[in-house]
């Protein structure tokens, strides 16, 4: 038996509703509750497709650092810059690892009925890596601008793209959790 055949509980016990089939959601009304044995599926799902996203990404970027290290400009640079690309690199190797961790995960595990377990570990897998990649992308960002911008203007702009990095990646999901969370005990009220 593998993951994703899990055995089903009965109907009246397994029903559950999440905030997206609650009938609250997009498209509600027409959406059947979901078990808990669809739920896990779904966000097993969901998380595969998060992890394609965000693999290539730190794939590419990862295998760019590696390459820096052999151009002939790579021995032009300061001892801070050096740093910076060394901190840049475990980085980029760290969400890597973080990122490809969930289907080494899903690959030992696979068959033994911990599902549920897997989605969460994955799930904080993928924040981690998340948070590695952002500093990844920052450090690097930081690295070529230094080359680049005179004076403290990279740090002003690395700053500034970290602030909407975060912004766009943990502040307005949290926010959007949050507005939910409000509009479900307004509603049960």
């Not at 016990?13 to 078990?35: K, L, N, Q, V, Y």
């Not at 904080?124 to 911008?149: E, H, P």
Request: aromatic share 6%; proline share 5%; with cysteine.
């Amino acid at each position: 038996m593998t993951m994703t055949e899990q055995p089903v509980e009965p109907a009246e016990e397994a029903t559950t509703r999440c905030a997206h089939h609650d009938g609250r959601g997009p498209g509600s009304g027409a959406e059947a509750p979901e078990t808990p044995r669809e739920r896990v599926n779904r966000r097993w799902n969901e998380i595969l497709q998060e992890t394609r996203v965000t693999q290539t990404g730190v794939q590419i970027l990862f295998g760019f650092l590696l390459s820096v290290a052999f151009t002939p400009l790579f021995r032009e640079l300061e001892t801070l810059d050096r740093a910076i690309y060394v901190t840049t690199v475990v980085l980029g190797a760290a969400a890597t690892g973080s990122l490809i961790a969930p289907v080494s995960i899903h690959r030992f595990l696979s068959g033994q009925r911990m599902k549920d377990e897997v989605v969460e570990a994955a799930g904080r897998l993928m924040m981690c890596g998340m948070v590695l990649l952002a500093l990844t992308i920052g450090c690097t960002l930081l690295l070529i601008l230094r080359f680049v911008v005179p004076g403290v203007l990279a740090e002003v702009l690395v700053g500034g793209v970290m602030l909407w990095f975060g912004l766009c990646w943990y502040v307005l999901p949290l926010r959007l959790r949050r507005r939910a969370a409000r509009r479900s005990r307004t509603g049960d009220a």
